[in-house]
């Protein structure tokens, strides 16, 4: 076993899983949470509860790490999107092929199944309710604040596994040359539950991921394992401001999304009202993601994204894959797998947090329009027709391993030939019709 010790500041879903693929390495390491053990006693009360979905990314990890299978029957395939208008019409919007499906996951279940599969290492160390207080990335020297008392830590090696507002990357910023970029975007959202049915079952069909479109409001439902759902309203900060009362509430249901009032109830609806604060969404880029062999961050700590693409966790995932591959290139050179990680992983970073703004976008508004719908049915033509050359970009970046700024590239370029097809057809029908126009009006002028 290695002397070289490593900290992972972060024990969520990519700190987690991080921590098994460097023990996996006989690195001696070490994993310090803010929070209380989800394992131990159940999570505080407003803590974000949405469901992530896994693509073949994210389980591609799993399966690397052992526990794909614990994860299975805490896990529901959704195949489409299932589109509800206003007027109660729903229509499906298929991810892929018929058969090609993600995976609605339980985030806290995931998380306890890593943690549990990481302290089964004897050289891998979890210590919860440990706030990092202050650090020297150069050094190796942390601080940590455990019920009121400081406990300094001496790291070889450390990795801000610690979320969008990383303190890591904090310190990062005070000691290195780092560009970075945060984005807040006017929109917020708030979660709400759907029951079981007093038949016990799905209160929807559980293999769907429901949307809701309006423009400009979203929202989303995803089954559970337990046969329940989790509801997420997106709307503009303003717009949550303005309904005052729980009546205001029921009327804007009501208004924009009558048949989810009745997933919800009207009465939960008002008992939920006094907690509806929106939390708020956050996109950052930065790079460089490392100093030298000392440090690094990943997942949401060097690439947080909006969640309308799935990727969060999927990239995180990818993120660890990618070192563990690089570590094993440059045999546990950490200053070497370092360097090249930020050099490889910046533009996929960046293309994955674009992505998921125009996701945002085709979810809540795009898939309402006729030409939208008119371009995914041709592009799904296209891709049965040329399956390995014509790939739509939902398919790229959910079932395969194709890096995320060429997805992006080819999302571009197949949408110039998207929209080059339709002017073209459009203009051929206009030629019909006019041709048309006119043989008619010759013919009944010589008929006359």
């Not at 309904?243 to 205001?248: C, H």
């Not at 563990?324 to 293309?351: G, M, P, Q, T, V």
Request: net charge positive; glycine share 4%.
């Amino acid at each position: 076993m290695s002397e070289k010790h490593i900290v992972i500041v972060g024990a969520g879903l990519v700190g987690t899983l991080n921590a098994i693929l460097l023990a996996k390495r006989n690195l001696t390491v070490s994993v310090y949470e803010k929070r209380r053990d989800l394992r131990r006693e159940p999570p505080p009360s407003g803590r974000r509860t949405t469901n992530l979905a896994l693509t073949s990314r994210g389980m591609a990890a799993l399966k690397q790490v052992g526990v794909a299978e614990q994860i299975a029957p805490y896990q529901v395939a959704m195949f489409a999107r299932m589109v509800h208008e206003v007027d109660g019409t729903m229509h499906p919007l298929y991810y892929g092929r018929k058969e090609q499906f993600i995976l609605s996951t339980q985030r806290n279940k995931l998380n306890e199944i890593l943690l549990n599969a990481a302290e089964k290492f004897p050289n891998l160390t979890c210590f919860f309710e440990h706030k990092l207080t202050s650090c020297s990335l150069k050094t190796g020297q942390l601080e940590f604040l455990h019920k009121g008392k400081k406990v300094r830590v001496q790291a070889d090696v450390v990795f801000g596994n610690d979320g969008a507002h990383s303190t890591i990357r904090l310190e990062m910023m005070k000691c290195s040359l780092m560009d970075v970029q945060q984005i807040y975007v006017p929109y917020g959202y708030i979660e709400l539950p759907v029951a079981k049915t007093k038949n016990n079952d799905f209160a929807l069909e559980p293999q769907h991921l429901h949307l809701w479109p309006r423009d400009d409001f979203l929202m989303l439902c995803t089954a559970n394992w337990d046969r329940t759902f989790n509801i997420a309203l997106f709307m503009r900060f303003e717009t949550f401001s303005s309904l005052k009362t729980e009546d205001d509430a029921v009327e804007f249901f009501k208004k924009h999304f009558p048949d989810a009032l009745a997933l919800v109830g009207e009465k939960n609806l008002r008992s939920s009202f006094p907690t509806w604060y929106p939390y708020p969404m956050v996109t950052i880029k930065c790079s460089p993601y490392h100093i030298e062999g000392k440090a690094l961050i990943m997942g949401d700590a060097a690439h947080a994204m909006l969640p309308f693409l799935a990727q969060g966790v999927n990239s995180g995932f990818e993120d660890c894959m990618l070192l563990n591959s690089l570590l094993d290139i440059h045999k546990d050179n950490f200053a070497a797998a370092f360097s090249e990680y930020s050099r490889c992983r910046k533009a996929d970073a960046h293309a994955v947090c674009d992505l998921t703004l125009y996701n945002f976008l085709e979810m809540r508004q795009l898939v309402n329009t006729k030409t939208f719908r008119l371009k995914k049915k041709l592009d799904n033509i296209l891709h049965a027709i040329l399956p390995n050359n014509w790939i739509p970009l939902y398919s790229m970046v959910a079932f395969t391993d194709i890096r995320y700024h060429i997805c992006k590239q080819r999302k571009q370029y197949q949408d110039q030939i998207l929209n080059c097809i339709l002017v073209l057809g459009a203009a051929l029908l206009f030629f019909l019709l006019i041709t048309t126009v006119i043989w008619v009006y010759v013919s009944w002028d010589r008929h006359w």
